[in-house]
């Protein structure tokens, strides 16, 4: 069981996921649920069996972004029993867009999309957004740091699910090129060899990613409980000026992130030779 | 000694300005190092240290223009870049007041 939230853009896309596996009787948490392709990552959630199957079979293949749909594809067809098919919803994030497979219902991806999420935690996540909608509140996503706190903010929110933890992964697409970053307590099993060796040195990021993202969720929580007053007809200049003060440090983190994510990426670049 | 708790932001930020005020003793406001590298990124918001400074400012309003000279210790580089736009900025009495609805 598990949360993916993926969105993409004209800079690029990225998945969030979590790391929980379940059975009827236990939990398993530090799977590795995310797998970076060549200018992809992929998803899975569902049959955990039928996902890592497939984790190694796109690192065999090699497939590119133009071609792992129809890997994806001839997997299902030639590897897994048709009535296993269901097992598995699976999200790619390529260039631009988020594409859904759902086989239990869809013989063709879904293309094109913005937004995504998967998984048993996936009605929370739409619930949420369905709140804030209703609330009026929008969630930008022009960039890929604005992109990461609205997927982290709302698998956060699914974490209340019994079926989902708070050990992260996230991959991102950027430039045709995908990345990798997750919580140290994730083992990563399906991946490149040069992504595999510097595994321990890439997670040592996440820390200070997580952070920046865990203080800018804190201060959405003060700025809209400070406006929150407005709802009895009583906000005033001290509301908005905590609110204002909030909005300060979120500038602050936002463009910390930015510079962050930079880093990781030239110095994942740089690790697995790319340029 | 662990001086945070776990309580929101304001009230932390509140409680941590009292014991600084009452255990600082003839040390001048400058030579105060206040070592937060351990706690949570949740609790280190605008509201902490709007907190602290709105208590000063109740407590001692003498004493806040000296008490923005304390040095924080973040464990970040992004906390450390906020707590100091906060504490510059902070304006007293219509920023960080108790937030009642």
Redesign the interface.
Known sequence: MTVHVAAAGPIGGLIVCDSQGSTPATELHGMQKLFPGDGYVVGGAGAMIVIQRLFRFLLDEQPTADSVLEKIREFLRLHVVEGMHGSVTLLVVRRTEVVSITPSVFLTPETGKGFAAIGSGADFVYRALGRDGALGLQLPMKTLAEMLVAAEGLAVVADESLTVDDRFMIGFVRNEKSYLLADRGITLDAAPDALRASWSKAVTHYE?I???L??T???EA?AF??L??L??G?LN???F??AM??S??IR??LN??SA?LDDYFSWYDQELGRP | MELVGAGK?STEGRRLARHLMEQRGDREWNEVVVDLTGC????????FF?GALQEVHERAPNELEKFRQVRWQA?????Q??IE??VR?F?AP????E???
């Open positions: 200070e997580r952070a920046i865990s203080a969720r804190a201060e003060w409980e400070a929150s007053s709802r009895n009583t200049a001290t509301h000026a905590t003060s909030a300060a440090g602050t983190n910390a992130l962050k | 932001p949570s990124a949740v609790l280190l918001v605008s509201a709007n464990k970040f580089a992004f906390q870049q906020n736009m906060w900025e304006n219509a920023q960080a007041q937030v009642l609805v």
